[in-house]
């Protein structure tokens, strides 16, 4: 199923791209435009002058731990919280100026699932649906086609208290989509989630970024950054630390593969000089950074005291962030 995506009045869409995909002309135009944004509270300081850009079509992913600042972010893109310092445009206007005609072209997933348990699945779209003033037989037609877009077509009658927590997800995002929104924010949008849970969500989402909607969301999930972002900056104590594609920053910070070796519990791991690898030493494991992982692996059979798990694979986000930060993302 193809849900509509309505453009900005004003504005008329061309055909480019691949299988009649609708893009507007303003396409190089940036639907987000941040530089030196920076939000304190008191003598705290939650996002330290960072630049980005968030263009039409795109998937753009705020990547770090809990504390990194990018829920501060969000908010201030979502016009409830105001910037306390730099610049800031969100549908080329002014948070500060326009916030309400900003939040009217916005969908927003939060972090938190603020669902109305007491109404049904379609009730909670009909209601959402009359702030933005659409009528009641529009609203039935927009609820009926989200529902089915986030397979909650058999679920319309159900009361939210009753559904599990993956269907509360994508009811959430149903609803996020009722104005037919030109950016689309979620925040965090499969923590709590089973992994089959998270991998509904995802293919909802990968199916909105191929029809075209502009998605902006907050993650710790390594998978999830790497499945839907194109583009993605890496945050860590309200900086941006590396900016770019999930290839991008893996070939630039990372090798192409590591090599765990784990080591019987305490029995201290040798010491590793692989021809300059970088190597990093965990609680449970060593992580060895090469471009030659089986020869490492057999190298490290080796030695004494051999270890009793070795796995190699490829690099992924995970590692670029250790590199970056020192820690892994998960806290």
Not at 87 to 92: A, P
Not at 166 to 174: E, F, V
Not at 186 to 192: I, K
Not at 206 to 232: I, N, P
């Amino acid at each position: 199923m193809r849900i509509t995506v309505r453009y900005m009045r004003g504005v008329e869409p061309n055909m480019d791209g691949a299988k009649g995909a609708i893009v507007s002309p303003v396409i190089s135009r940036a639907l987000v435009h941040a530089r030196g944004l920076r939000k304190t509270y008191g003598e705290f300081i939650a996002v330290d002058g960072v630049d980005f850009d968030v263009h039409r079509g795109q998937a753009f992913g705020f990547l770090g731990p809990n504390g990194a600042g990018k829920s501060s972010t969000m908010r201030m893109i979502q016009c409830v919280s105001p910037p306390s310092a730099g610049s800031l445009q969100v549908l080329g206007m002014d948070p500060a100026k326009d916030g309400p005609r900003i939040r009217a072209r916005l969908g927003v997933v939060p972090q938190e699932d603020t669902l109305d348990a007491e109404l049904t699945v379609r009730e909670n779209l009909l209601v959402y649906a009359r702030y933005f003033g659409m009528s009641w037989a529009a609203a039935r037609d927009r609820a009926g086609e989200l529902l089915e877009f986030v397979q909650l077509g058999d679920k319309v009658d159900a009361r939210v208290q009753t559904l599990s927590g993956g269907m509360k997800r994508r009811l959430t995002i149903a609803r996020s989509l009722v104005n037919s929104p030109d950016l689309l924010l979620l925040d965090e949008p499969t923590t709590g989630l089973d992994p089959q849970a998270r991998h509904v969500v995802w293919d909802r989402l990968f199916r909105l970024k191929s029809q075209g909607v502009t998605l902006v969301l907050t993650t710790h999930y390594m998978d999830e950054a790497e499945q839907l972002c194109d583009r993605l900056v890496v945050m860590d104590g309200g900086r941006i630390v590396a900016e770019g594609s999930p290839r991008e920053l893996i070939e630039r910070y990372s090798t192409r593969e590591v090599v765990e070796l784990r080591y019987p519990p305490g029995v201290p791991a040798p010491r590793w000089d692989c021809d300059g690898a970088r190597v990093e030493a965990l609680a449970d494991r060593l992580l060895v950074y090469t471009d030659h992982g089986d020869a490492v692996a057999a190298s490290a059979a080796r030695r004494d005291p051999a270890p009793i798990g070795v796995l190699v694979r490829r690099s992924g986000l995970e590692d670029v962030f250790l590199r970056l930060t020192g820690r892994t993302l998960v806290e």
